[in-house]
């Protein structure tokens, strides 16, 4: 597809090669490099930890990753009838440990509602936003805290039958993301997987090399802007602009009621207001006083 209104006449595709994908995420990250003195990935931690029962199954699980200094809860699990029983708790507190240890000074995670919102703020993390584009009353809650944490315990010392996997296989960890899987669907229903789409789209110039691009997902009748680039020579254009729009207009024929997207203060911060997304929450523990805003448009 073309754009005439567009200077240059660039086209947007909305079928990218494997290669062009790639290469728009390449991008996004050398400029995220670049504009954080390579400090984005710092420190570099990523943790996977899984708790077996006494009989030898796995009950529960976590997966975090870091950015800027900041550790993020990406999984957590626990099996049904074994909630209540503080493992929860435990995985996220030993995370937190070794993420200290790596660096981290500080911990971040977002959680729907039929998930842990009322969980994590017992262990101290403090609610930065509500995101409540999803249909059917869900939310997605935004929660942060400061690392270290004095109130946590200094050490795990529960002895409870449960033993704590610090290098799980993965078997170990592919039971932990089937549980968390299957327990989003039984509290979502059909819509988790509604319109389960991944809108990929790639700006290409004159001679058909890419220039730009956004890559994006779906989930319970949202869109989530995951990679929005476009190259130096042509920003403030109005080509970042197209390519959004294009991704609203897929994302509505497909049954999207709104977008939420993220943005560091290092990036264009003031792009997303101009194209009619309104904050819903802002972080502020990540290094150098770096923050990140939290976004959301919603279609009428």
């Known amino acids: 597809m073309t754009h005439d209104n567009l200077p240059d006449r660039l086209a947007i595709s909305d079928m990218p090669t494997e290669n062009e994908i790639a290469f728009i995420k390449a991008q996004l990250t050398a400029y995220n490099h ?6 984005i990935d710092f420190p570099g931690f990523e ?22 200094g900041v550790m993020f809860l990406e999984v957590l699990w626990v099996a049904g009838e074994y909630r209540k029983h503080g493992l929860a708790r435990r995985l996220v507190w030993v995370a937190e440990r ?53 109130r946590r315990p200094a050490r795990d010392d529960m002895h409870d039958g449960f033993a704590l996997i610090e290098e799980p296989t993965q078997e170990d960890m592919k039971v932990v993301y089937d549980g968390f899987h299957q327990s989003c669907v039984a509290s979502a229903g059909d819509e988790m997987h509604n319109p389960g789409i991944h809108v990929q789209l790639v700006l290409k110039d004159a001679h058909g090399t890419a220039v730009g691009g956004l890559l994006a997902s779906t989930t ?30 897929i994302a509505q024929t497909k049954g999207c009621v709104a977008v939420q997207g993220t943005c560091f203060s290092f990036q264009s911060s003031g792009f997303f207001p101009e194209v009619g997304y309104e904050r819903f929450g802002i972080a502020n523990l990540y290094l150098d006083d770096f923050t990140e805003e939290y976004l959301i448009k919603r279609f009428k």
Not at 221 to 248: N, P, S, T
């Open 34 to 39: 670049q504009q954080t003195a390579g400090k």
């Open 220 to 249: 319970i009748r949202i869109m989530a802007l995951e990679h929005l680039w476009v190259d130096a020579r042509y920003r403030g254009q109005g080509y970042g602009k197209a390519l959004v729009k294009e991704a609203e207009r």
């Open 98 to 150: 070794l993420a200290e240890k790596a660096g981290c000074v500080g911990a971040g995670t977002w959680t729907f509602s039929f998930q842990g919102p009322e969980f994590y703020p017992r262990l101290g993390y403090e609610l930065i936003g509500i995101y409540d584009g999803y249909p059917f009353g869900i939310t997605e809650h935004v929660l942060m805290k400061a690392l270290p944490d004095e």
């Open 47 to 68: 943790c996977e930890l899984a708790m077996r029962s006494a009989s030898g199954d796995i009950v529960g699980g976590i997966n975090v990753s870091s950015v800027l």
